[in-house]
């Protein structure tokens, strides 16, 4: 079975920085074609694609949010941690983390399963 | 952000069918099978109902069905049931190794 769960603070103040940590299990990084993403979602709003790690390190980012994103795994302890530089309220939102799989690294666009996601909120 | 575009709303009754549209462009949709569909129900996290176009991951009923025309992908859900009821989102591979989602279409099943 594969599980994944996010974790992090519920609260950040404006100009801060965000360090989310995704914990999985039942896949490792150390199969070919595994991956892990980050998606958020505005309260009542939609989804939003962050980012993407894949098992040989490649990563890909948000063209809107890449000047303040960075993504990195730890393989031996089945992590992926996602930093977001000069949070804003406007940054207030659930964040998901989900796995993905893609014979291309660089390719992946499917995601399944799905964290239960963490609310941050952003405000001073 | 440049998101898909789909339906806000859309409706129907139970036993009836409904599509649900996702309009990209050819940098997305348009140039490479690679459309997703997830089901959200209320408090809930999303869940891969479509992936690569038309396919379902196991245990997705086959109710659920995907296509693709041109710039323009579709999600048909058959035989609606009132646990239909839910946003859906889609979403699609974006050139330069992006991801890139729809607004999301809420779904209710009168």
């Known amino acids: 079975q594969i599980t994944l769960k996010e974790s992090g603070p519920t609260l950040v103040k404006p100009t801060q920085t965000l360090t989310l940590t995704c914990t999985f299990s039942g896949f490792s990084f150390s199969s070919s074609g595994e991956g892990v993403g980050w998606i958020r979602q505005p309260p009542g709003k939609a989804l939003e694609w962050l980012a993407l790690?894949?098992?040989?390190?490649?990563?890909g980012y948000s063209p809107f949010l890449k000047n303040r994103l960075s993504i990195t795994k730890d393989t031996s302890k089945n992590q992926v941690v996602l930093t977001m530089t000069n949070m804003d309220p406007v940054d207030t939102a659930t964040y998901y983390c989900?796995?993905?799989?893609?014979?291309?690294?660089?390719?992946?666009?499917?995601?399944?399963?799905w964290g239960q996601g963490t609310l941050v909120t952003v405000s001073s | 952000q440049s998101a898909l575009t789909q339906p806000a709303s859309v409706s129907g009754s139970p036993g009836q069918s409904i599509t649900i549209s996702c309009t990209g462009t050819s940098s997305d949709v348009g140039g490479y099978n690679y459309v997703s569909w997830y089901q959200q129900c209320p408090g809930k996290a999303p869940k891969l109902i479509i992936f690569?176009?038309?396919n379902r991951p196991s245990g997705v009923s086959n109710r659920f069905s995907g296509s693709k025309s041109g710039n323009t992908a579709s999600l048909t859900i058959s035989g609606l049931h009132t646990e239909d009821e839910a946003d859906y989102f889609c979403a699609s591979y974006r050139s330069s190794s992006t991801v890139a989602f729809g607004g999301g279409t809420k779904l209710t099943v009168l």
């Open positions: 989900a796995k993905t799989w893609t014979a291309r690294t660089g390719w992946g666009n499917w995601f399944h399963p």
């Open positions: 790690i894949y098992w040989d390190d490649n990563k």
């Open positions: 690569d176009v038309n």
